[in-house]
């Protein structure tokens, strides 16, 4: 018989294994690899993981409510397209501006935010209300959205963003990036969503169970549909940040980006079974794999290794996920 303090112990190991995991990871590489340890190193692999991060809010939310979103990689292309066609002056940027200048801020985050938020919305209509398959829908959608990128764009690009959204682009706070703060910032906000909400806890039920929450009173085809929503405006988020960094947007913008964001939820230990998940695990299987990257590029290895290790890591972080559930079940 497990004691309490025992058991204790091994859900907390469980539950922070991905942190564990990051701490032996930046150790070794602090040891091994030359000027690896220092604030500018860690303050760029903090920046680094601000896009893939955002992006992977939305990801892991849609699947701890048990469904899937592929979109979102495209989503966030087309609303950094979207700001860049607006608010750059070169390129097929047109230029537009507001008075006082600064407003251009919150406009433009609120249309990012609108333009993903409506296809969010497209695609759960197609799950919630047509019963068809989300990966399918998601799918076709990060096909469908991607080609309406290169569509509006032409295949060229936008340059030379409006001046306040640029100086977010460069400004920093405690040498890490004011975008990369503002990606802290939402981990924190939805991590207290989903863990001390009403809604949190729903979302979090409908992936373990559907049926017990909807027998309950729950209304499932709501919370799902509202969590595509969510999925798609905070990568409309994560365009509009990689849009302020790059000072415009370009056609292929952010490509790759969804696997960066699927292996980051997968390793920070949300269960593609649903139910299971939590925000802060996903941020630091964001970090894991910005250190691996940086890691990577100091010692002059070919960026191919990156991508052997990415595969490797979400190979091991299903299989660590299938047994977390068998140790959870004897620990029952």
């Known amino acids: 018989m497990i004691s309490k303090e025992r058991r204790a112990l091994i859900e907390f190991m469980l539950d922070n294994l991905v942190w564990i995991m990051l701490v032996i990871v930046l150790a070794v590489f602090s040891i091994a690899i030359p000027n690896f340890f220092q604030i500018g190193i860690f303050a760029n692999i903090i920046e680094q993981s601000t896009f893939v991060g955002v ?16 979109s979102v990689e495209s989503v966030a292309a087309l609303t950094a397209m979207v700001t860049g ?23 433009s985050l609120a249309l990012a ?52 959204l640029r100086f977010m682009g460069i400004e920093t706070v405690a040498y890490v990036p004011l975008i990369a703060w503002l990606a802290i910032a939402l981990f ?19 992936g373990g169970n559907p049926v017990a929450p909807f027998r309950a009173g729950i209304k499932v085809d709501k919370l799902v549909f509202v969590t595509f929503i969510l999925a798609g405006a905070i990568s409309g988020v994560a365009g509009w940040l990689l849009a302020i960094r790059t000072s415009g947007a370009t056609a292929n913008l952010g490509v790759g980006m969804l696997f960066n964001a699927f292996a980051a939820v997968v390793i920070g230990g949300v269960s593609l079974k649903g139910g299971i998940g939590q925000l802060p695990g996903v941020y ?14 100091l010692m002059g290895l070919p960026a ?3 991508q052997m290790i990415l595969g490797a890591l979400v190979l091991a972080a299903v299989l660590i996920d299938t047994l977390k559930l068998q140790v959870r079940q004897r620990l029952a």
């Open 113 to 164: 935010i609108a333009v993903g938020g409506a296809i969010g919305a497209a695609n759960g209509w197609l799950v919630v209300r047509l019963k068809m398959n989300a990966f399918i829908v998601t799918l076709a959608a990060y096909i469908w959205v991607r080609g309406l990128v290169v569509a509006i764009s032409g295949g060229r690009s936008a340059q030379d963003l409006s001046p306040s």
């Open 55 to 70: 992006m992977a809010i939305g990801l892991a939310i849609v699947i701890i409510a048990g469904n899937m979103d592929l």
């Open 188 to 206: 924190a906000i939805f991590t207290f969503i989903l863990a001390k909400t009403p809604f949190g806890r729903h979302v979090t039920m409908i």
């Open 304 to 306: 191919h290794y990156t």
């Open 284 to 297: 630091a299987g964001v970090l894991l794999l910005s250190s691996i990257h940086t890691a990577i590029n």
């Open 85 to 107: 066609i607006l608010f750059c002056s070169h390129g097929i940027g047109l230029g537009y501006t507001f008075t006082p200048e600064w407003l251009v801020i919150p406009i």
